[in-house]
């Protein structure tokens, strides 16, 4: 593949059909969510997130920190086919080795006499999805910016499985079902992403992987992983361990609506990645610009999505499950302002350090964020349950955000614009102010009412900014009206 077709193509699709791709893995936990929540019992939705919480460690292990890795490395030679091709076959193979590894221990961990064995059946079933790990090869479409591909594959597989989940599973009894559908899903996409693949590379297995060469780097990024599902994870599991189904149950619809946000702007932001390490190879200037357009960009929307969460977080709850789940809304709130890290930790550890080769920070950061969320965790479950788990969650970002800033603290001054982050503070202050004080007139339909809130909170948000003159919102006018020139 060319330079230029590789850059046409990230020009111009890569933001639209990243956001396409984000709206499907937004609607289709939306619809389906709420109908499971219903259908089955809030201690087998507990038990099976407390599953899924188990199986992410085997799945860290079997992924081994390879995609970070791969996805840095390999765009820097993604014009030369003959040594990416080479490059992917040694990836390939060390992933084959480090899931064989992966799945001992599982087999290991499920015949001791554990509180696990509760949890063995659905723990079995998931487990195909660790088996298939080396097969989804998503860095590859990740380094060739396909996400086109990417986009069409998820949305179908995601029609494909609501379609089967609203027609199977019916009641509780049908847990083991549900279970089985989750897994057909992620396996089905690592399936058709193995076959597609032959479009750039020919994978094989070869036994002259480069450990050596490669080492170093891949156990930097595996302990990241690992520091980071630590810290993302270990809430359900602890909940799971010190606390009730029900708790789990509550803090898991919590964590849905947080992670869906969540997801919406790092989907977007890893669009970036391969492009900013392809950039930093060729103009260093170039790529300090790009990396602070990205920053701003991103404040500008996720201080606002901050608000509005905390805002619709009754509707929200309540439309992805029921009156039950309404426990939840404090938990939403806390972690609605973990957004802000998280985002802008992603962007300085993955879009700066990491492609600077200076991921020993983020392994130091992730390290930090994991032990101090296990140890508040601790203290604070006990407390305040759910609402702990969600705080902790929030101080292990924020430390996350800390310490890259810290470790990237000389690019800092080219990077922030603090005038920026004040203004869309001011701007989201006045949206929360005013749509809070006219949500008692508004309709008393939840979807109604979530439709008119986000309406509205829109309006006074844009209206704010262009009054106090935010170059973003200009930006991006002047950017609808190029595009609306040309149609």
Known sequence: MSKKTVRQRSMGLNAVLSSIRTLSTIIFPLITYPYITKTLSVNNIGKINFS??????????????????????????????????RFANRIFSINLISTLVSMILLMILLILPTKLLEYRDFICILSINVVLVPISVDWIYTIYEDFGYITLRGILIDLLSLILML????????????VALITVSTSLGNIFNFFHVRKYVHLKITRHTHWQEYKNSIFMFFINSIATVIYLNSDVTLLGLMSTNRQVALYSVATKIYSIAKQMFNAVISTTIPRL????????????????????IMTFFIVPMIAGLVLIRKNVILIISNSKYLDATQSLSILSFALFFAVTANIIANGLLVILNQEKYVVIGTTASATINIMLNFALIPLWGQNGAALTTLLAEAVMLGISMWAARGYLKDLLDISEFLKAIVGSTIMFVITNLIIPFLSTNVILNLIEIVIIAMLVYFVSMFLIRDKILKMIINLAKEKLAKI
């Open 52 to 85: 899924q919480s188990i199986i992410s460690y085997f799945t860290l292990i079997a992924q081994f920190g390879i995609s970070v890795f791969a996805i840095r490395t390999g765009a820097r030679i993604r014009d030369d086919r003959v040594a990416f091709n």
């Open 167 to 178: 027609t199977l599973v019916k009641n509780n009894s049908d847990a083991y079902l549900y």
């Open 277 to 296: 390490a392809y950039i930093q190879q060729k103009n260093k200037t170039e790529f300090v610009i790009l990396l602070k357009r990205i920053l701003n």
